[in-house]
Nanobody
Framework: QVQLVESGGGLVQAGGSLTLSCAAS????????MGWYRQAPGQERELVAA???????YYPDSLKGRFTIAKDNAKSTLYLQIKTLKPEDTAMYYC????????????????????WGQGTQVTVSS
């Protein structure tokens, strides 16, 4: 049984930073590409970072420089560091994993991800 459990969210002032964690079980983590998504109220879920099984990373242009995704294969844990937080970063953050390999180096499309965590809430106050 695959489980993805996010943690590390909370209430933070604008300009601060957070590191989210996603503990994975039931999958061979070291060979998996992974991704972080977020969903704000009333908005669609969006990809904020993705990492290939080899460690290559992808970020949307609008988020480059503030978001850093990383994998610790020994701990089967995925991380997302967010710096210089802005109120518009307020959202539920989810980690996700595909059942199979991505069509590209990383999984860019939501439909490529089969397993999702329950999410961790990040709230940024101005």
């Amino acid at each position: 049984q695959v489980q993805l459990v996010e943690s590390g969210g909370g209430l933070v002032q604008a300009g601060g930073s957070l590191t989210l964690s996603c503990a994975a079980s039931g999958i061979i983590f070291s060979i998996k590409a992974m991704g972080w998504y977020r969903q704000a109220p009333g908005q669609e879920r969006e990809l904020v970072a993705a990492i290939s099984r080899g460690g290559s990373t992808y970020y949307p242009d609008s988020l480059k420089g503030r978001f850093t995704i990383a994998k610790d294969n020994a701990k089967s844990t995925l991380y997302l560091q967010i710096k210089t937080l802005k109120p518009e970063d307020t959202a539920m953050y989810y980690c996700a994993a595909p059942r199979n390999h991505c069509s590209g180096l990383v999984c860019f499309e939501e439909h490529e991800y089969d397993y999702w965590g329950q999410g961790t809430q990040v709230t940024v106050s101005s």
